[in-house]
């Protein structure tokens, strides 16, 4: 198996792996497990958030893990509830205390809420945690094209990532399009669709085609890309098959007809509404 995972560069120092594991749903204790697994397997970037209530167990199957801190990648994420300039400070206070880090690689505003209207406050608490140094890069999630043009606008800085919604279903090409003007790196959350993904029969017919899985062709098509891909699985065979996907390639004609399942179907809510406090 191949495993040596791109790394997409940050303003800045830092570069991001392009292959991440995500922790959504995984209950708070098989956290540490899984993430030990998915260590394991190889994976050096971990994708968590505050309202997953799974930080603790990252932070401790990354420190027990036996690799550098400076080997792993660990975003988490400003939950909504917490928006607003010191709320928002001490809410990165407590992710730091779950994970029990000194930094945090990447921080991200979980979801814009434009109904309480405070994302750009939000977001100038993260431009003061990136200057002292506590989250390494800063970035929001599930902003669209006129929340990201107003927090530039408000405060001079581009968020370093984008982490949005995107599987074959759901492809976003005006957002990718604008993420790509303006050098923000685009994530894909859910990059499977949540497995939904990979029942469709294009996807199936080029997995037998290549003698790869449905998963494994929807997680190297995000990679060409150029998408950040975090997969979140919590059976070890799965975690490892969602790894190995640095060896083989998708061409040209198998990428066009991959394009052409986008239809801008949404499984999660719609950022311009959700709200869940
Ligand atoms: P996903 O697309 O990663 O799908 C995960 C599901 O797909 C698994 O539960 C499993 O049922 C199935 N699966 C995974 N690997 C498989 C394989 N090899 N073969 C067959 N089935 C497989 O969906 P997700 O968990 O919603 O998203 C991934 C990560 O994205 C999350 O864990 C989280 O870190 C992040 N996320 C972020 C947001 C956000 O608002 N920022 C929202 C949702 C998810």
Avoid: C
């Amino acid at each position: 198996m191949t495993n040596s995972v791109p790394e997409i560069p940050l303003p800045g120092s830092q570069s991001i792996p392009q292959l991440g594991f995500g922790v959504f749903q995984v209950p708070p204790q098989d956290t540490p497990e899984t993430v030990r697994q998915a260590l394991a397997a190889g994976y050096r970037h971990l994708d968590t958030a505050a309202m997953y209530r799974n930080e603790a167990g990252v932070g401790d199957a990354s420190r027990t893990s036996g690799l550098n801190r400076e080997d792993l990648f660990v975003t988490t994420k400003l939950w909504n509830s917490d928006q607003g300039r010191k709320p928002a400070t001490r809410a990165f206070a407590r992710s730091l205390d779950q994970l029990d880090f000194d930094y945090i690689d990447l921080y991200l505003i979980h979801w814009p809420v434009p109904s309480r209207d405070l994302y750009v406050e939000s977001w100038r608490a993260l431009i003061e945690l990136q200057e002292e140094g506590r989250a390494r890069s800063i970035g929001v999630s599930n902003f669209h094209i006129a929340h990201l043009e107003r927090i530039i606008e408000e405060t001079g800085v581009v968020p370093a990532v984008n982490q949005i919604e995107l599987h074959p279903g759901h492809q976003q090409p005006e957002l990718r399009d604008f993420h790509r003007r303006h050098g923000i790196v685009t994530e894909a959350w859910s990059p499977l669709g949540q497995g939904a993904a990979l029942n469709e029969p294009t996807i199936a017919e080029i997995a037998d085609e290549l003698g790869r899985t449905p998963a494994q062709v929807v997680l190297r098509w995000h990679i060409q890309l150029g998408n950040v891909v975090i997969p979140k699985s919590v059976t070890p065979a799965r975690i490892e098959e969602n790894f190995d996907i640095f060896g083989f390639e998708l061409g040209e004609e198998r990428m066009r007809r991959l394009a052409q399942l986008d239809a801008g179907k949404r499984i999660g809510p719609h950022p311009d509404e959700f709200a869940k406090a």
